[in-house]
Nanobody
């Protein structure tokens, strides 16, 4: 069984930065792509960023390109989301997820394990 635990969320002013972490259990972390999704109140869960098993390939939602960076450390079984220039519209619960394969897909249905989420709140 795979467990994903997010951390690093919190309250930040607009223009600020946060770094989210997602620690994964299991010995096959490096075989799978990982993704970050978010869900704001009253809205559907949406794709934010994903990284391939090797860290070489990355995908980003248009809304976060140039501001967010996804990375991973396979030795630590951890994936990160560095969020800069945060905006109030980035406020949401952020989830990390493991994809059933190595390519950084943007569709939530391609991910088979999910964390419990971490709240990010950006004040104006």
């Amino acid at each position: 069984q795979v467990q994903l635990v997010e951390s690093g969320g919190g309250l930040v002013q607009a223009g600020g930065s946060l770094r989210l972490s997602c620690a994964a259990s299991g010995r096959t972390f490096s075989s799978y792509a990982m993704g970050w999704f978010r869900q704001a109140p009253g809205k559907e869960r949406e794709f934010v960023a994903a990284v391939s098993w090797s860290g070489t390939n990355r995908n980003y939602a248009d809304s976060v390109k140039g501001r967010f960076t996804i990375s991973r450390d396979n030795a630590k079984n951890t994936v990160y989301l560095q969020m800069n220039s945060l905006k109030p519209e980035d406020t949401a619960v952020y989830y990390c997820a493991r994809k059933s394969g190595g390519w950084p897909d943007t569709h939530a249905g391609e991910y088979d394990y999910w964390g419990q989420g971490t709240q990010v709140t950006v004040s104006s």
